[in-house]
């Protein structure tokens, strides 16, 4: 009964982990909400540091929701500071809200976060959305506290693309769809 309780313990610790690192685009309290992580299985491997959860899984901490197929969360020496979080899906998805209320949404084929580094990084059909205005490209990189991002695309075909609204635009009420009708 002690081992599964020790078990117990860690599998919960690093599913706190996980949240705890989930990107910074989120509103001030949400890192100290409690973390909900539902899936359809997960393992714990205590040795390696690696918790696996698999089968649509659903982290959520306060306004931070994140869907995936698979999460992986792995602590390389089991130094939380050094925690890694990939997420997996087709696609893996992300939604949270800034303390200015607006939404920060997002999907890739892998999303990793380096707590280290704060570091975060879309690969596969990676896209971010705040707003009208959107990045899309192959690979989208985000330095958090530096507050700085790259996209890069893949093939002499590809581009990566940008949509700005300019914020008089943004700040405009949404219209009702009866105004979008009568216009």
């Given at each position: 009964m002690k081992s599964?309780?020790?078990?117990?313990?860690?599998?919960?610790?690093?599913?706190?982990?996980?949240?705890?690192?989930?990107?910074a685009f989120a509103l001030t309290g949400d890192s100290e909400k409690p973390v909900n992580i539902d899936s359809a299985n997960q393992a714990l491997d205590m040795q390696g540091n690696v918790a696996t959860f698999?089968?649509?899984?659903?982290?959520?901490?306060?306004s931070i929701k994140i869907t995936a197929d698979k999460v992986v969360?792995?602590?390389?020496?089991?130094?939380?500071?050094?925690?890694?979080?990939?997420?997996?899906?087709?696609?893996a998805t992300f939604y949270q809200l800034q303390d200015d209320g607006k939404p920060v949404k997002g999907h890739a084929a892998k999303m990793r976060y380096e707590l280290a580094k704060d570091f975060v990084e879309l690969t596969g059909?990676?896209?971010?959305e705040q707003?009208?205005?959107?990045?899309?490209?192959?690979?989208?990189?985000?330095?958090?506290?530096?507050?700085?991002?790259?996209?890069?695309?893949?093939?002499?075909?590809?581009?990566?693309?940008?949509?700005?609204?300019?914020?008089?635009?943004?700040?405009?009420?949404?219209?009702?769809?009866?105004?979008q009708k009568s216009r």
């Open positions: 599964m309780n020790n078990q117990s313990l860690k599998l919960l610790l690093l599913g706190t982990l996980l949240a705890a690192s989930i990107p698999t089968g649509n899984v659903i982290v959520t901490q306060g969360v792995t602590r390389p020496g089991g130094d939380s500071q050094k925690t890694i979080v990939d997420a997996y899906g087709n696609p059909n990676a896209y971010i707003l009208d205005s959107n990045v899309k490209g192959d690979r989208i990189t985000y330095l958090v506290k530096e507050q700085k991002m790259q996209a890069f695309s893949q093939g002499n075909n590809k581009r990566v693309t940008t949509v700005l609204v300019p914020s008089q635009l943004q700040d405009k009420p949404a219209s009702s769809p009866s105004q």
